[in-house]
């Protein structure tokens, strides 16, 4: 069926200009008739192609194929098939074009003309490579931006916490780097973001990286990026690393005391100079990055240990921060509890009220995984509750007082099958390993001691102690 896209008084408008309206087009445009005699082109066709008019008007397309003008032509295959055909070409001149090609019919429905629509291949694989560029850079912020919907609001009555971001806010201002320390889940994450939002790089990216969770060998490309080809599975097109992507906003490294000795030399030498390397390439690049570290390791030990790299440990401790427990900040403990009800009761409409004594025993509680632990237990707690009351016998058995009264005695960690009938050997054994560990971190005070004592590697302690107080247990 014809339709007409022209008010017809003006049809003899567009065909009396239709060349100029045809060098409008940004793209190339190379017009046969059914027997492929070229009878028009326009002038970016010019531009794309690097062949003139004269070479091409009035020519045969298959001649011109024959001569060499042309590797390749859609004309005698549209004309053939009557369907839309996409095609790479080479040109005399060397210029590679995508031609996309179409017929157009007459009243017998038989091809009439071939109209081809030229696009300059080396321009769209460059496009191409900008957007799998912005692409990657949209998953990593879109990642970013995820972690930072999450409730980011600092909940605190402790005057010892108010000191602090007290502290906080004012080398905020100053685009010093920042060492947050303290034990897991006591809220580092939190306090980077609030440093961020309350410095001049506010509006710019704030980009977390965790890095206990890229694997060793990847470290360098991921924070310094790559060039094409630096390594093998490396994108074709290589890729900007985390200090590119944060540039103007604010880098905050998590976990730092994790970082592998070779790798903390390259990020002391970016700190200093304010530049990176790309993996396989030798060009410096600029970079304009806030630092934030944090740290749950004591991280001057680490360094008498020969585990963290000296000149690195006081360029990083220009302005450090010792985030307190919650054990050591009881008074935030109720309103914590308060704060997280309500976000579940948001989230799974459902309404639980804790008795007294339930609030006394976690007011009791030592909390070896800080806020995190308690946002866990209360998720937990609402989503199990069935009567939409809590008491202290409903607690987890660590957290219930007369339960560790009985621990404190001679009995202390001694397991008692009553507590574990009708679970399985796996469940049982992760629940002792969860109350050891916990325990045992509240006798050592750090994951570095534990795992010393226990002679484990502390990355397994760290993440099977942030598995428990995540409330994964499996
Ligand atoms: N003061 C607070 N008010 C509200 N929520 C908090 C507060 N402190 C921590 N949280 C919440 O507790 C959880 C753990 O906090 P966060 O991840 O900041 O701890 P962390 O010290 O960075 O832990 P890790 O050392 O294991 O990385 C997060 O869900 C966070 O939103």
């Keep these: 069926m014809r339709m007409n896209y022209i008010i017809p008084e003006y049809r003899h408008l567009i065909v009396s200009n239709l060349c100029s309206v045809l060098n ?19 002038r970016t066709y010019e531009q794309l192609s690097g062949l003139k008019a004269k070479d091409v008007l009035g020519k045969n397309i298959k001649d011109l194929v024959d001569d060499g003008t042309f590797d390749t032509a859609l004309n005698p295959d549209i004309v053939t098939s009557g369907k839309s055909m996409t095609r790479v070409q080479v040109t005399s001149k060397g210029r590679r074009v995508l031609l996309v090609g179409h017929p157009i019919f007459d009243y017998d429905e038989d091809v009439e003309l071939v109209v081809t629509f030229v696009r300059d291949v080396t321009v769209m694989s460059r496009f191409q490579s900008q957007i799998n560029h912005q692409r990657d850079m949209i998953e990593k912020f879109s990642s970013n931006i995820q972690k930072l919907s999450v409730q980011k609001q ?16 004012r080398v905020a201002s100053t685009d010093a780097t920042v060492l947050l320390l303290g034990e897991t889940g006591v809220g580092k994450d939190v306090l980077a973001h609030r440093i961020h939002e309350r410095s001049d790089r506010a509006n710019k990216p704030f980009f977390k990286v965790d890095c206990t969770s890229i694997p060793e060998n990847l470290i360098e490309s991921e924070l310094f990026g790559y060039v094409a080809g630096a390594f093998s599975g490396a994108s074709s097109k290589g890729k900007a690393g985390f200090f590119e992507i944060a540039d103007k ?36 690049r600029a970079v304009d990055v806030r630092i934030i570290a944090a740290t749950n390791r004591d991280l001057e030990q680490e360094v008498v240990a020969g585990n963290f790299r000296s000149d690195l440990f006081y360029r990083l401790r220009v302005a450090v921060v010792h985030v307190p427990a919650l054990r050591e900040r009881q008074e935030d403990i109720l309103p914590l509890i308060q704060f ?30 800080n806020v995190r632990e308690l946002e866990n237990l209360i998720h937990s707690l609402v989503v199990t509750s069935l009567e939409g009351v809590i008491r202290e016998e409903d607690l987890p058995p660590a957290m219930q007082c007369a339960k560790r009264k009985l621990d404190n005695s001679a009995v202390g960690l001694q397991a008692n099958y009553a507590n574990f009938e009708g679970k399985s050997l796996k469940e049982i054994m992760a629940e002792l390993e969860k109350d050891v560990l916990l325990e045992a971190l509240k006798v050592h005070g750090s994951i570095a001691k534990v795992a010393k004592v226990m002679n484990v590697n502390r990355t397994t302690i760290f993440r099977k102690i942030r598995k428990y107080t995540d409330g994964e247990v499996s």
């Design 340 to 369: 997280f009800l309500e976000r579940f009761y948001q989230k799974y409409k459902k309404t639980i009220r804790l008795f007294p004594t339930a609030e006394e025993a976690l007011l009791q509680y030592a909390w070896p995984g």
């Design 24 to 42: 409008t087009s940004i793209d190339g445009l190379y017009v046969t008739d059914r027997h492929g005699m070229t009878i028009a082109i326009n």
């Design 154 to 169: 600092i909940i605190t009555e402790s005057p010892l916490m108010q000191k602090l971001l007290g502290v906080l806010d």
């Design 249 to 284: 906003g604010t880098l905050f490294l998590d976990e730092i005391g994790e970082l592998p000795l070779p790798m903390q030399g390259r990020l002391l030498r970016a700190l200093q100079d304010g530049e990176i390397v790309r993996v396989g390439s030798t060009q410096p």
